[in-house]
């Protein structure tokens, strides 16, 4: 915890808004995406299924392949207490929805199913895509799949299984949208954004979620952002987000939502 304070105090000393942004491409993605104030109906969507999740009584048996739970001791878990406490949260799943809106995906690879509040958000922003959604832990991927088959997510497809055993099997030949929100584990990252960077093209969006997870991750992060392959990228603090533009110069933004 300790270090996740110091980090964003020191993100806070660095971040900007728009009007720090002299990238167009940038600059336009932060004010018609990032600070877009439409209160759009899938909105309510998102809420009510979130409070579904958070009214649940049931419980589920966790299999964690990952850094493991900051809050949890036991592997037995309720589903409101997961909603609640690992769940991509309200904010960032509208955000979310907003990226998947904007950019408009047509393929769309998620790393961590969990509750598929995230895949809801990416679904509803851009409903012609195809989402394959990754999740380790088995009666996760059961849950979650009962879950896109009630609220009618039909081009979801859940895969359960450990990431880089998947990955391996996958014969989408790119995808244009790339949702990094399982493992939180500084190699593991690395590995795995190593596996995909074939996949990704001069459009592609790689989104990396808790990059101060610790300070493992953010080292991740790091060598991510110097990668040769990558062109932009934005912090969030939440989010790393990354771009393989090969038209625009390399350039880090550090940027307030």
């Not at 799949?145 to 859940?158: A, G, H, Y």
């Not at 990396?208 to 991750?217: C, K, L, R, T």
Request: glycine letters at 4%; hydrophobic letters at 40%.
């Amino acid at each position: 915890m300790f270090y996740q304070v110091k980090a964003y105090l020191k993100f806070l000393l660095k971040a900007t808004n728009q009007h720090g942004v002299h990238s167009p491409f940038v600059f336009n993605l932060v004010t018609k995406c990032f600070y877009n104030k439409t209160h759009y109906t899938a909105y309510s969507q998102i809420k009510t299924y979130r409070n579904l999740l958070l009214n649940s009584t049931e419980r589920i048996s966790i299999t964690d392949f990952g850094a493991g739970s900051k809050r949890f001791k036991s592997n037995q878990r309720r589903i409101a207490d997961l909603a609640k406490h690992v769940g991509i949260s309200k904010k960032n799943a509208a955000l979310l929805f907003r990226l998947s809106n904007y950019f408009s995906p047509l393929q769309v690879l998620e790393l961590g199913t969990s509750l598929a509040l995230g895949t809801q958000a990416i679904s509803l922003g851009a409903p012609n895509a195809e989402i394959t959604s990754i999740e380790g832990c088995p009666n996760i991927s059961k849950f979650a799949t009962r879950q896109c088959s009630k609220l009618k997510l039909d081009r979801v497809s859940i895969i359960n299984g450990e990431f880089s055993k998947v990955l391996s099997t996958l014969n989408t030949p790119k995808f244009d949208m790339v949702f990094f929100d399982g493992n939180h584990q500084k190699e593991a990252t690395l590995n795995y954004f190593e596996s995909l960077l074939p996949k990704a093209h001069n459009d592609s969006i790689f989104i990396f979620d808790d990059i101060y997870w610790s300070a493992g991750m953010t080292e991740a992060w790091h060598t991510i952002k110097a990668h040769p392959k990558v062109s932009v990228t934005i912090d969030t603090y939440q989010w790393g987000m990354v771009f393989f533009r090969k038209e625009q110069a390399k350039e880090h933004f550090t940027i307030r939502i």
